[in-house]
């Protein structure tokens, strides 16, 4: 396998982690099992001790129409995506334009904003293993059963992009903070909201070293600049023991951890 250096202090959403050597996908579909494959790392917290990485070639960084069906390559940015589909009048995939990711990290967790999802128009996916039509994927709330590389997924297509729902997605966005984070740090509980239990428990604003829960938005895990791996754990780990003591609610992590020797409450 060719590699790439990656230094995720500046590549990852975080701007947390070191240098690291991530293997490409390219071709060559064996022993992918062995590692861990990453996207644009806009969800993800890489730690002093990362897994053997993987990510896909710039050869799967495509957008086609065939056959009625969009097909776009797993290593796509969500940007050059909602671009596409504004010149080409493609409806359903403006959220993409305010949801920063690659195509195949969007469909392995079902992204979306409220009720708009990735997986609502998707037709099937191909992984190094063959194709898989949607009905044979279980998925549900930032959630899916993928665990194989997605190289390609293809969607039905309607026309239409509407410029209303952008601007509804912005504006969704809007009380949103600008510094460097990974998007919303754990997942909402059925019929509850994670940043309201974090305020609720007294940590929105709760700050360690150059990390801090948002005041703009608690369930935002930021990082002023600099900020460590350790402290972004503290936050987290915290974040968890007084949520569950204090509701007896388990918050489910949205965001990606990987290090090979760190364990969170749940």
């Known amino acids: ?37 990453i996207g644009a790392c806009n969800n993800t917290l890489i730690g002093p001790n990362p897994p053997k990485l993987l990510m896909l070639d710039k050869q799967y960084d495509f957008i086609k129409i065939e056959n009625k ?13 909602a671009s596409f589909c504004k010149k ?24 979306g904003l409220k009720e708009f999802e990735i997986f609502n ?5 191909t992984t190094p293993f063959g194709v898989k039509k949607k009905e044979e994927i279980l998925f549900g709330y930032r959630f899916t059963n993928i665990k194989e590389p997605i190289l390609e997924a293809s969607f039905h297509i309607e026309y239409g992009f509407s410029h209303e729902k952008v601007a509804i ?14 998007g919303s740090c754990f997942k909402n509980p059925q019929g509850d909201y994670a940043g309201r239990l974090i305020e609720a428990v007294g940590l929105k604003g709760k700050r360690a070293g150059n990390m801090e829960f948002s005041k703009q938005h608690a369930n935002f895990l930021i990082n002023h600049g600099k900020g460590s791996f350790e402290d972004a754990i503290f936050l987290i780990t915290e974040a968890q023991k007084k949520v569950f003591d204090s509701f ?19």
């Not at 128009?121 to 996916?125: E, G, S, V």
């Not at 007896?248 to 969170?264: A, M, N, Q």
């Open 1 to 37: 396998m060719q590699y790439k250096s990656i230094d995720f202090s500046k590549y990852s959403s975080f701007k947390i982690g070191g240098k690291v050597d991530v293997a490409l996908l390219q071709n060559n579909f064996e022993k992918i099992d062995e590692y861990y494959l």
């Open 169 to 182: 997605f912005q504006k969704m966005r809007a009380n949103q903070p600008s510094t460097p984070s990974a």
């Open 88 to 111: 080409h009048n493609i409806a359903n995939f403006e959220f993409l334009s305010h949801l920063p990711g690659k195509l195949g990290g969007l469909v392995a967790m079902n992204a």
């Open 248 to 266: 007896g609610i388990k918050l489910e992590l949205e965001i990606v951890i990987l290090d090979t020797k760190t364990k969170t409450l749940f």
């Open 69 to 81: 069906l969009l097909k776009i390559g797993g290593a796509t940015p969500s940007g050059k995506i």
């Open 121 to 125: 128009y998707l037709h099937n996916i």
